[in-house]
């Protein structure tokens, strides 16, 4: 009897280490659930899918992990975002350069368009959010909102907002976004 409960446990801890592993392993790389979109938070952002450090504007900056997020669509494309350490840049370039975005997909941002690629982005003072290409060239100037009931804001995240749009925050200040069409 005693074999026979030591063998139940050992399967029990197996099952369960299974159960709990597997959803971890569907966010860190594999695509997700057919027809499913994953918000990616900060622990599903490995330098598997993101680089450790990025170019912009003749540097190369580490990113900030902690502060990352992203979208994993069911096609297995990807929008991901990270802060970056920006203390070796201009104070011109900080004041808008907070963040580095990939994206595999054209997005559609407050209206405009977005095609895939790798840029600086940053919330401006004035409620403006700034994407600018590689060379600090801004691409576009959207509004940004400012989001007085979220609790617990962090420096970076990404979060649902309805069916197929996303919200882009830095701290209460976000930015909403979508897959174009």
């Known amino acids: 009897m005693s074999r026979f409960g030591k063998y ?6 197996l099952l369960l ?32 899918i993101f680089p450790e450090r990025v170019f912009f504007r003749g540097q190369s900056a580490p990113v900030q992990f902690r502060n990352s997020g992203g ?11 990270g802060m970056v350490d920006s203390s070796g840049y201009s104070t011109a370039i900080k004041e808008k350069y907070q963040a580095y ?3 595999e997909v054209t997005l559609e941002i407050a209206g405009q ?12 003072n004035g409620g403006k959010f700034v994407v600018m290409d590689v060379g ?3 691409l576009l100037q959207v509004a940004s909102q400012h989001d007085a009931e979220m609790k617990r804001p962090v420096p970076l ?3 649902a907002a309805t069916a197929g749009s996303y919200r882009l925050y830095a701290g209460r200040d976000y930015v909403e976004f979508r897959r174009a069409q």
Do not use: W
Request: hydrophobic share 45%; glycine share 8%; charged share 15%.
């Open 136 to 138: 600090a060239n801004d």
């Open 71 to 81: 979208v994993h669509f069911a096609d297995d494309f990807y929008v991901l975002a």
């Open 101 to 103: 975005l990939l994206n």
């Open 113 to 124: 368009t977005l095609k895939p690629g790798a840029y600086g982005i940053g919330f401006l």
């Open 8 to 13: 139940s446990v050992l399967l029990s801890v």
């Open 17 to 48: 280490t299974f159960c709990i592993r597997h959803p971890q392993t569907t966010m860190a790389g594999n695509p997700p659930a057919e027809g499913k979109e994953v918000v990616l938070k900060a622990a599903d952002v490995t330098s598997k």
């Open 157 to 159: 995240q990404v979060a």
